[in-house]
């Protein structure tokens, strides 16, 4: 192998692991070509190849420098054959592809149906690849959205209020559930669980008579809007409630100490799993070790154990 291509999607902790790919690649002789924008490039040959300067100085910046963008021409037999074409006319031998469920169910079919050789490296901010207990970008996320918890429960407290707070998660709740434990919040509504709207709202009446005149309500994009909820505890209780939407900046933010330590270990080991001949799979963490997923599992739905987690909260309220 001779010449490999790196596409991604972003969230914090993607610089670094291109970083990682590159130089990684470097040692072996190997080139590397960075495919601008996703899919959408890679139809397009919008391609540039990277060397060990290409890749100075970005280890500590959030997004990518590949840039990303979705592409629905991918989903076509059209679109795909146009990318394959683009691989081949390049002599890319293998592909090593950053992202969440999408990316890699991109990888896994141009692994499966085209043959081309592809690896994964699991990178969303809602940890919701199977068979990984932490993917690239998700520690990033969630203290970004605890820092500005933090700061929200300042004008809580001053202001002895209801707040909503509204992350990231339109169909996984794990940033909700690690930012509500780890933020000291009173409720959490997920994607995965039920919730009874009147009896939180008995349990703020009663802790207001009891003197508790601050609130904080964490909520999954993909539960509710902020908006609503505040709106319904308004009219229930009559307390008078606020809402904060946290939205993108979950998505950026420089990644932490964390982050960067997972994108260097996937990052070479990425490479190294294409150097042995090695396709259709997914390398990502799992109890603190590098992992490696078949894609076909990696992209399947991921189920969260939920429930110690929000018994705690309900515990410590």
């Not at 692991?17 to 040692?27: D, L």
């Not at 690896?119 to 500005?148: K, P, R």
């Not at 963490?285 to 599992?297: I, R, S």
Request: glycine share 10%.
């Amino acid at each position: 192998m001779k010449k490999i291509g790196i596409l991604t999607r972003d969230c914090a902790g993607i610089n670094a692991a291109i970083r990682s790919v590159v130089r990684t690649a470097c040692v072996y002789n190997l080139e590397t070509v960075g495919i601008f924008r996703g899919y959408e490039g890679l139809i397009k040959g919008d391609l540039k190849v990277l060397n060990r300067r290409s890749v100075s100085g970005i280890i500590n910046l959030g997004g990518t420098i590949l840039k990303t963008a979705r592409c629905e021409e991918f989903l076509t037999e059209q679109g795909q054959l146009k990318a394959v074409k683009t691989i081949k006319e390049n002599n890319i031998e293998g592909l090593i592809i950053i992202g969440g469920n999408g990316s890699l169910s991109g990888a896994h079919f141009l692994a499966a149906k085209y043959k081309i050789p592809a690896i994964g490296i699991a990178a969303t901010i809602d940890n919701d690849v199977n068979g990984i207990d932490l993917t690239l970008g998700a520690d990033t996320a969630v203290n970004v959205a605890l820092d500005a918890l933090d700061k929200i429960r300042d004008t809580v407290n001053s202001l002895e209020r209801i707040f909503v707070v509204e992350v990231m998660g339109r169909r996984s709740g794990w940033i909700a559930l690690q930012v509500a434990l780890s933020g000291g919040c009173e409720e959490v509504l997920l994607p995965e669980k039920d919730f009874d709207i009147m009896k939180m709202c008995e349990e703020i009446k009663q802790g207001n008579i009891k003197g508790k005149l601050s609130w904080i309500i964490v909520v999954a994009e993909g539960k509710a809007k902020a908006g609503d909820i505040a709106d319904r505890i308004t009219q229930i209780t009559g307390l008078e409630t606020r809402i904060a939407v946290l939205g993108h900046i979950q998505r950026g933010g420089r990644p932490t100490r964390v982050d960067r330590i997972i994108a260097a270990r996937l990052g070479k080991l990425a490479v190294e799993l294409l150097r042995r001949g090695e396709t259709d799979k997914c390398v990502g963490l799992k109890e603190l070790k590098t992992v490696v997923v078949p894609l076909e599992e990696a992209i399947k739905p991921k189920k969260i154990n939920i429930d110690n987690y929000y018994k705690l909260i309900k515990i410590l309220t």
